[in-house]
């Protein structure tokens, strides 16, 4: 049987879409063809330059600003999104933040602020898409699956960071709500997988990438030997979203140029 990627008749709602990844899954989501809503925290005329694109592409979007940690505003988001375009097909669960500190000095905010954003937001939004996935069903000619859901963690869910305690543990956190979520909805035929990113250059780390000496250093843990595009990460997001992938659940794909490959043994050990 011909399968594609093509995404149209379904709607995406991709979560921290004005900048970064986020902006890129949301314009590759919209080339392929579905609806998407451009979730965004405080940018506006960010969010407003991926909803151009998207429409420039000859798509179609709905920008709603909402913060992903606050239960009513993601309860009105999804019910403004499913208003909007009659249902949800596919949840991209991208926003995040790190707060970094080293360890003994990270306050309970800065501990916080990230659980909140990067796995209370993911919560939030995973139950709402599924509610609706649930309620819904699988719709003939759309989709095999009733809904899919990617989460978009990090590398550092499984690699330990110094410095950054808080942000790997959300991210941590993240897989085993992913695979609790793929086990439990399966039988609903609802697929929830992760996307774990290396180093992709966006502004969450742009001091490193940015600056000559540390973007050489940084190479060195990526056997690749390129730091990563937004655009590396939206392709995989759209193939996984797609039917090509329908055999796939509660699986993290590492997009990471071989970062997770114990970079440094290449120079001994
Ligand atoms: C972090 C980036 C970092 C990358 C690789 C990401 O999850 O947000 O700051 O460059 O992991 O270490």
């Known amino acids: 049987m011909f399968m594609s990627t093509n995404l149209s008749k379904q709607t995406v709602l991709v979560t921290g879409a004005s900048s970064g990844i986020g902006q890129a899954i949301a314009i590759a989501m919209g080339k392929a063809g579905a609806n998407v809503v451009i979730n965004y925290h405080s940018d506006d005329e960010a969010a407003n330059g991926t909803l151009d694109i998207i429409h420039k592409n000859g798509g179609e979007g709905l920008i709603i600003k909402a913060d992903v940690s606050r239960e009513d505003e993601m309860v009105a988001m999804f019910a403004n999104a499913i208003k909007y375009f009659g249902t949800i097909d596919i949840l991209v669960n991208n926003a995040g933040i790190q707060k970094d500190s080293k360890f003994i000095e990270m306050s309970l905010q800065d501990w916080q602020e990230v659980m909140d954003t990067n796995l209370t937001g993911q919560f939030l939004c995973a139950r709402e898409a599924a509610k609706e996935f649930c309620r819904r069903g699988v719709v003939a000619g759309r989709s095999v699956a009733a809904g899919k859901v990617i989460f978009i963690s990090s590398v550092h869910n499984i690699v ?110």
């Open 160 to 269: 330990p960071w110094a410095g950054h305690a808080n942000y790997t543990t959300s991210k941590g956190g993240e897989t085993m709500l992913m695979k609790t979520m793929a086990q439990e909805l399966a039988p609903q035929k609802i697929r929830v997988n992760s996307i774990a990113p290396g180093a992709i250059k966006t502004d969450i780390n742009k001091k490193v990438w940015s600056d000559p000496v540390q973007a050489k250093e940084l190479l060195r843990m990526i056997p690749y030997n390129r730091i990563g595009e937004p655009e590396d990460i939206a392709k995989v997001a759209v193939w996984l979203a797609s039917d090509e992938a329908d055999y796939i659940t509660g699986t993290t794909i590492y997009v990471d140029g071989g970062m997770t490959l114990y970079p440094e043994f290449a120079y001994g050990g």
